[in-house]
């Protein structure tokens, strides 16, 4: 702690040139830190999907949607709690840049398949009352200051209604906690009859059918039993786990892990040689005050201990502070739209640490051991 | 007595390119406890050689040096810097001052190289400052004072953790004639008043007229100096 003083002075001998080290390293480390953060951010939802319920789609593509019919079909299969579905319904609110993730839906198996999205009961009693009604989350709600009793109208580019109309009124009867769930999760409900109704064509089909199944371990059996019924029929289907869809979503992205990988290797990369050549002209700046340290009676280790904890300094504040500004990005719900309840995963800083340490070391040590090796009389007389 | 300095035999060469050069050839010298002595001769006559090898910055080639007790011409590297805290202070021509540091930090950096406490340390870099009549300017940085107060504070970090012997390289080579004067006076007055051991190599006959003896090197050789005045 006594060489606190003498680290700390070395360190911003040339203000400028560590200010701009520092910026960079900052930088450097904010990327880091939100990459790799958005990285663990996929993985983490991805293993903590649901194990207990599957998707069934076309099996050509999503959007050519199922018959209707085929809900009561699935729900037969041996090993199913509950069978609900989705029907893409989109649309946007006032202007089409808010747009809404809106689904049709049957709402009551719905809330039993999705056992963790909670909804008190009067209001899927209201549901079922009222035909143009709608179930919104939380978040969306107070997006808008919608509360329930309000009559609101929602836009759409694909389901004109029977009359003509691109603009379908939904009265809000309930609304539920969303907290938890992104912005690509749909957290506005409509009546599916309601839908298949007014639409003026293709309300009659579901884009997903979501199954809840009893015991997890029966997962494979089940998808392949729900494949097989309909095998060989007009709309065949395939069916996958929760994670399995999301991770086949991720892919059509690229492959984030790559991705993130190389371009945080390259800046980190790129950032060594540059810590390592402010390192070096710092240290060989000040040949002459090592000189006079070791002349004092510093020895070879301590100065060498010195130089390395100054890189040290450099690089860890610097990084520090990139890890501190991404977490509170995280952290600042911007997040919170894409991914729902999503906080700066703790392994993040933890490896951003471990970098800005191999950092240091590797940038600072050949400094370090080149002022370990100065000789006295030779860098004093200036050779 | 037994010499504080003791040189026997001491032989320096350095291999410049592929050519061996010899500085020093087997000189043999003692300096006694509290003496001021005045190493002089012209330029490569070997004179910061025979500081450097005194002040355990540099090995001979051969012979001995005995310095505070301690044969140090075989110590290790290491070793040799714990005995350098303990026993020698370094005046430089150029101050060779921490530029970053304060005048008190300057003074404060041989401490801490010691046990002492940050009130103790504290306490030591006052009186040395007051020592060298610089109590004011504990706060200032280098390029804030004159050459003569750079070289004040250097005075001052060579002093203040008790050094057995002070060596100097050319103390006032780099000051103007009242600045030098100056230093001399508190150089000799250090070594009246406290007591302190003293060797410093100059140019100048008038900063050597403060020693209480002078020595001259001629091509790596002592001369004799009833030689040398007779001729």
Redesign the interface.
Same mark, same amino acid.
């Given at each position: 702690m006594?060489?606190f003083?003498?680290i700390w002075?070395?360190l911003?001998?040339k203000r400028a040139r560590t200010l701009f080290t520092m910026a960079s390293i900052v930088v450097a480390f904010l990327l880091f830190g939100l990459l790799q953060g958005l990285n663990q951010g996929f993985n983490t939802v991805v293993t903590n999907l649901n194990v207990d319920r599957l998707y069934v789609s076309a099996k050509t593509n999503m959007t050519d949607g199922l018959p209707i019919s085929y809900g009561q079909r699935i729900r037969n299969v041996p090993g199913v709690r509950a069978v609900s579905h989705w029907t893409y319904f989109g649309g946007y609110y006032q202007n089409a840049r808010n747009a809404i993730p809106a689904f049709a839906t049957d709402p009551e198996p719905l809330f039993k398949v999705y056992r963790e999205m909670k909804i008190k009961p009067e209001y899927l009693e209201a549901m079922k009352r009222t035909r143009t009604g709608a179930l919104v989350g939380s978040e969306l709600a107070k997006k808008y200051g919608w509360k329930i009793g309000d009559r609101i109208p929602i836009g759409t580019s694909i389901w004109t209604t029977k009359q003509g109309s691109s603009t379908w009124m939904f009265d809000i009867v309930g609304i539920f906690d969303s907290t938890e769930y992104g912005g690509g999760f749909p957290v506005f409900y409509l009546n599916q009859e309601y839908f298949t109704e007014n639409a003026a064509f293709g309300g009659n089909v579901a884009h997903y059918y979501i199954v809840g199944i009893k015991d997890p371990h029966q997962a494979t059996r089940i998808s392949k039993e729900i494949d097989a019924m309909f095998a060989n029929s007009t709309n065949e289907t395939r069916t996958q786990t929760e994670s399995a869809l999301a991770q086949m979503q991720l892919k059509q992205i690229g492959d984030i892990n790559f991705i993130v990988n190389a371009i945080v290797g390259a800046v980190l990369f790129t950032l060594l040689f540059l810590t390592a050549n402010t390192m070096m002209q710092s240290v060989s700046e000040r040949t002459?005050?090592l000189a006079? =340290?070791?002349?004092?009676?510093?020895?070879?280790?301590k100065v060498l201990t010195l130089v390395l904890i100054e890189a040290l300094a450099l690089c860890v504040f610097a990084a520090a502070g990139g890890l501190a500004l991404a977490t509170l990005f995280f952290n600042s719900g911007a997040l919170r739209q894409i991914f729902g309840n999503f906080t700066m995963p703790m392994v993040v800083i933890g490896m951003g640490t471990g970098v800005a340490l191999v950092l240091a070391i590797v940038s600072g040590l050949p400094p370090a051991w080149r002022a370990r090796q100065l000789n006295?009389?030779d860098a =004093?007389a200036g050779r | 007595m037994t010499p504080v300095v003791s040189l026997r035999n001491v032989a320096k060469s350095y291999l410049r390119g592929k050519q061996q050069v010899e500085v020093l050839h087997g000189v043999d010298l003692d300096i006694a406890r509290g003496e001021f002595l005045a190493l002089m001769g012209p330029s490569g006559s070997g004179k910061t050689t025979m500081l450097?090898l005194i002040?355990g910055?540099?090995q001979p080639t051969s012979g001995e040096v005995h310095v505070a007790g301690a044969r140090i011409d075989s110590l290790a590297?290491?070793a040799l810097?714990?005995w350098?805290?303990?026993h020698?202070g370094?005046v430089?021509q150029f101050y060779?001052l921490?530029?970053?540091?304060t005048a008190e930090?300057n003074v404060e950096?041989?401490l801490?190289?010691t046990n002492l406490s940050?009130g103790a340390r504290r306490k030591r870099v006052e009186t040395a400052l007051q020592l060298v009549g610089l109590a004011d300017r504990g706060k200032h940085k280098p390029n804030e004072l004159s050459g003569g107060q750079q070289q004040r504070v250097a005075i001052a970090?060579a002093l203040v953790a008790d050094p057995t012997l002070l060596v100097c390289d050319e103390p006032t080579g780099d000051l103007d004639r009242r600045s030098a004067e100056e230093i001399m006076n508190l150089l000799q007055a250090l070594n009246r008043t406290q007591g302190k051991t003293i060797v410093m190599v100059t140019h100048d006959p008038k900063a050597a007229e403060y020693s209480s003896r002078e020595l001259h090197l001629d091509k790596g050789r002592l001369v004799d100096e009833a030689a040398r005045r007779a001729a």
């Open positions: 006594k060489y003083g003498l002075a070395g911003w001998r002459p005050e006079v =340290l070791k002349t004092l009676g510093f020895s070879d280790g006295i009389v =004093l | 450097n002040a910055l540099d590297r290491a810097s714990t350098r805290s303990q020698i370094f430089f060779n921490l530029p970053v540091l930090a950096v041989p801490l190289l940050r970090r």
